[in-house]
């Protein structure tokens, strides 16, 4: 079935290192991807996109790559603060730009940042 | 409004009993999304709207979920019969129609309703 996975379920730095989140997806007809970053007792927030023709996008100190050979998706932030303290989620985009349309998230990674 | 609105930020309710989620998309946003996530997990999936239609309802887990859309706006979210393992938090999300080929937009998501089932 359809499915997005998270490699590594918590990841811990220190504050000021820079923090890599990894996704796995298994639906080749993906071609959006999104990452969110949920608080405690918060809805998920919008954190960077990108499209299948693409393979890095950038915004600010986040960095997504997409390698679709594997089938693979990260996040990079830069420079990590406190404040990114949060659960990260992978999602993928079922029926983009068709007839219908859904995001399916994996289960997601919670990354904690030691000061 | 400013964001996604959700009510009631909690409910709790006995085994048995009806309850109704609702909620109030972006002004604007055609497509409206229920997911529903359970403690310290992912986001499952339940429901798609487009306008007041919804064309995947693949997610609902049983008969006892229904949800409708009036008005192109406003959802409401209906689990019948309640029973514990309905206990999570609903999360719901609009966002701009990225049907035929329009292109891409984020869901914005509201701060969910805790349902507890006693």
């Known amino acids: 079935g359809e499915s997005v996975g998270l490699h590594l379920p918590t990841l811990s730095v220190q504050e000021g290192d820079n923090s890599i989140i990894n996704c796995a997806y298994s639906n080749s007809a993906s071609d959006y991807f999104i990452w969110y970053k949920q608080e405690s007792g918060k809805g998920p927030q919008f954190i960077i996109d990108?499209?299948?023709?693409?393979d890095k996008r950038q915004g600010q100190r986040v960095t997504v790559l997409l390698n679709k050979t594997v089938k693979h998706l990260s996040l990079q932030i830069a420079a990590t603060q406190p404040g990114d303290s949060a659960v990260y989620f992978c999602?993928?985009?079922?029926?983009?730009?068709?007839?219908?349309?859904?995001?399916?998230f994996g289960t997601g990674t919670l990354l904690a940042v030691q000061p | 409004g400013a964001g996604v609105s959700q009510s009631p930020s909690n409910k709790v309710t006995e085994k048995g009993k009806d309850v109704e989620l609702r909620c109030d998309p972006i002004?604007?946003?055609?497509?409206l999304y229920w997911y529903r996530q359970s403690l310290g997990q992912g986001l499952e999936f339940l429901i798609y709207f487009q306008g007041n239609s919804a064309p995947d309802k693949s997610g609902l887990p049983s008969d006892r979920f229904s949800a409708e859309r009036t008005g192109g706006s406003v959802s409401t979210l209906t689990i019948q019969r309640t029973q514990q393992e309905d206990s999570a938090v609903y999360l719901c999300a609009s966002s701009l129609d990225l049907t035929g080929g329009r292109g891409a937009a984020e869901a914005f998501f509201g701060q969910g309703t805790r349902l507890t089932v006693v």
């Open positions: 002004s604007g946003h055609t497509a």
């Open positions: 990108i499209r299948s023709n693409m």
């Open positions: 999602a993928e985009n079922i029926g983009y730009g068709g007839a219908t349309n859904k995001l399916i």
